[in-house]
């Protein structure tokens, strides 16, 4: 994949839970500034990270039962998940170099895993 798709509740699980790549969750909203102002770098790491992770978005409007449940209190709020799990999570705008350095990580991380 490589571009930002949206998830609701009931993709949720298929999507993020049981993906086979490590996945980058980004709960925005619509009327949200710096979410806006982070969708371009999030669509240009999800084309370099093709296949090796997976960046999905969630509106915390119209989705509050994954905002609840993961206990979204700011946005734009980026949720980390590997097998399944949230293992990392940053709040606010976080910049392109930060981000890239995290899903390297990320996916080494998950590489050991696997292997």
């Given amino acids: 994949m490589n571009t930002v ?21 980004d709960f925005y909203a619509d009327w949200c500034g710096p979410c806006r ?7 240009k790491l999800a084309i370099e990270f093709a296949d090796r992770v997976k ?6 409007d119209t989705e ?9 209190e700011s946005i734009p709020l980026l949720v980390f998940f590997a097998d399944g799990k949230p ?13 890239r350095q995290a899903l390297n990580q990320l996916t080494k991380a998950a590489g050991k895993q696997t292997a």
């Avoid at 509740?9 to 049981?18: A, K, T």
């Avoid at 960046?55 to 915390?60: R, S, Y």
């Avoid at 509050?64 to 979204?72: D, H, I, M, S, W």
């Avoid at 293992?87 to 981000?99: H, K, Q, Y």
């Fill in 5 to 25: 798709q949206h998830v609701s509740n009931s993709s949720f699980p298929r999507e993020v839970l049981q993906s086979s790549v490590p996945v980058l969750v």
């Fill in 37 to 43: 102002m982070l969708a371009p770098t999030l669509n």
């Fill in 55 to 60: 960046i999905v978005k969630v509106n915390v």
């Fill in 64 to 72: 509050p039962e994954l905002a609840n449940q993961f206990r979204v």
């Fill in 87 to 99: 293992v990392g999570r940053a709040a606010g705008v976080a910049n392109e170099s930060g981000l």
